[in-house]
């Protein structure tokens, strides 16, 4: 089974700090992605990565950076966390698109990050 | 971008009961996924399907990818089955990204 895993489930940090969560997966998948979800927006994606060192900006990149230097491993920062970023915080992963199905995105767990 | 409407936005329904969900999209796809979200948050995988008919215990899907929408049946519900209900869709070549509809939440009382 793929596994995708996420730092931490719940996190709370302040105004200003500069914030890590870190994703990953042991499927050797070529494709991670970011999504924030919040009450009544659905899921949105914020960046994603195609390959190692590569990524691309999603629908709302705005106020955050990411990191991939290992194919397992998918960081998201957020420089200076702000109040507007406090959502639900979900890490997937995928094959890719060579070949049918392999696009099948897997999920982690997600953190519920708060920022006071 | 491509829209994706997903109907009803809410459904209560009694133990053991059936129900359709349904997902509209806007073009063309490559790639449709529903998931359920569990109370904890946890993204399941139901279906991958772009186009046909799929089963899956009492779960079944179908796409009709010519008229732009799909359809999740759940018979006999059951109270785990409650959650949100999203329907995910990848367009045309190029990147592998999904987007994703508002979600449907289904509350199943005993």
């Known amino acids: 089974d793929v596994k995708v895993t996420q730092s931490s489930r719940y996190l709370v940090k302040r105004t200003g700090e500069k914030v890590f969560l870190e994703c990953v997966q042991d499927m050797d998948h070529e494709n991670m992605f970011w999504y924030r979800q919040d009450p009544g927006l659905g899921l949105r994606l914020i960046y994603f990565s195609y390959d190692v060192k590569m990524k691309e900006k999603g629908d709302i990149p705005e106020g955050y950076s990411v990191s991939r230097e290992k194919k397992e491993r998918f960081s998201l920062i957020l420089e200076s966390a702000s109040t507007n970023q406090t959502s639900m915080y979900l890490c997937a992963s995928s094959f890719g698109v060579r070949l049918a199905g392999a696009d099948t995105q897997y999920f982690g767990p997600g953190t519920r990050l708060t920022v006071l | 971008g491509i829209q994706v409407e997903q109907s009803p936005p809410d459904l209560i329904l009694q133990e053991g009961a059936n129900s359709t969900l349904r997902c509209n999209f806007s073009?063309?796809?490559?790639?449709l996924q529903w998931f359920h979200q569990n109370p904890w948050g946890q993204l399941i995988n139901l279906f991958y399907?772009?186009?046909g008919t799929k089963q899956n215990g009492r779960l079944s899907a179908t796409t009709v990818a010519t008229e732009r929408y799909s359809l999740l049946y759940i018979s006999s519900s059951q109270t785990t089955d409650s959650g949100v209900y999203f329907c995910a869709v990848r367009r045309g070549s190029g990147y592998s990204t999904l987007t994703f509809g508002k979600g449907t939440m289904l509350l199943v009382s005993p």
């Open positions: 399907i772009p186009s």
């Open positions: 073009d063309s796809v490559n790639n």
